[in-house]
């Protein structure tokens, strides 16, 4: 059964025209949707109607199955999708708001050897509305409504690859920022991709206002084949290229992710390589203290390193910070919580 959710708006209103119902049924139906209501709570349309539409359409694409809460207030969710699959998010608590981490695929096929969410492999894509699903459940346990939100920021750097989903990820992109729906803004959205060059420049093209995160985590392209199977088909250089192309389309910082690994990328060389490729345009270097996953067998870089290789990058006059880390006591890295709960049910 479709999710009602996968509908844009606009075929909101196809559709309500198509059951002859009046064009106000659309805006009425939609704030319902928008506030994660139930067919049962959604009590000024019609129950025929209502009725009629939950013959055809799933209201609600996922549901909380297991939440965990961190000290400094961060919400590792457990999501149940209706096949049954499970997919993971976490809500980041800040000053300036609430930013809620999706996920965009049951798995990933990246293979990426620091993330626990490529483990499985890839099981299938999730839809556009089970995307935006995430944030409207959240947005909802948490007591916000379209007018008073209490998501306010979104990063898709949950489990799998966003531009391995593009069509769904581009639709949910335009959705959730939708006027009509929780009109989050796209400048408040983050996208996390480890490169695909080829989804990154068909991007840059489709006018979003988003920011384009690119998860290096190496200087050059030996180091980067040891962690990231993706290296062995994109260069370093085209990524480089394919950033640039995307800046000066959308005139958007570049954000660059690096994930510190003692022993691999960490040396004041790997600092001297990074800042080299990080000139000819606005960018930022976001260094991560790796989360371990033991599955793996990769170390963090020690504290006192880690900003030892802040401050080289600083003395090239590279913008830079090393990310304030969040949920490490409920294990927030991606992936970690779902192949935990998977690992117990199969014993």
Do not use: W
Request: glycine share 6%; charged share 25%; proline share 2%.
């Amino acid at each position: 059964m479709r999710n009602i959710l996968d509908l844009s708006y606009d075929e909101i209103e196809m559709l309500m025209k198509d059951l002859n119902q009046p064009k106000f049924r659309a805006g009425q139906l939609y704030d319902a949707l928008t506030a994660y209501k139930t067919p049962d709570k959604i009590t000024n349309i019609p129950k025929a109607l209502i009725g009629d539409l939950t013959k055809q359409f799933n209201f609600t694409p996922l549901t909380i199955f297991k939440e965990i809460k961190s000290q400094d207030g961060t919400i590792k969710f457990l999501y149940k999708l209706s096949d049954g699959n499970l997919i993971e998010g976490v809500l980041m608590k800040y000053k300036y708001g609430n930013t809620l981490c999706v996920s965009t695929q049951v798995g990933c096929r990246m293979g990426c050897k620091f993330c626990a969410s490529t483990l499985g492999g890839l099981i299938r894509n999730l839809t556009s509305g089970e995307i935006l699903a995430q944030v409207l459940c959240v947005n909802a346990y948490l007591g916000g409504s379209k007018t008073n939100r209490e998501i306010t920021n979104i990063v898709l750097m949950g489990s799998g690859e966003p531009l391995d989903n593009y069509d769904n990820v581009v639709k949910f992109l335009r959705c959730v920022s939708d006027s009509k729906g929780i009109a989050i803004s796209q400048r408040n959205i983050s996208l996390s991709t480890c490169g695909l060059v080829d989804k990154i420049d068909k991007l840059k093209d489709e006018n979003l206002q988003i920011t384009l995160t690119i998860s290096l985590h190496a200087p050059n392209d030996e180091i980067r084949k040891q962690t990231m199977p993706i290296a062995n088909r994109y260069s370093i250089k085209e990524i480089m290229d394919s950033a640039k192309r995307y800046f000066n389309k959308t005139k958007r910082r570049v954000v660059f992710e690096y994930a510190l690994i003692d022993g691999k990328n960490d040396t004041f060389e790997c600092a001297d390589e990074l800042a080299k490729l990080m000139h000819g345009f606005s960018n930022h270097v976001n260094l991560i203290p790796l989360n371990e996953v033991k599955e793996r067998g990769l170390k963090g870089t020690l504290k006192h390193r880690a900003y030892a290789f802040l401050d080289r990058l600083k003395s090239h006059n590279i913008s830079a910070t090393i990310r304030r880390t969040m949920g490490e006591d409920i294990e927030g890295a991606c992936g970690q919580l779902r192949a935990k709960v998977l690992s117990s049910t199969q014993q």
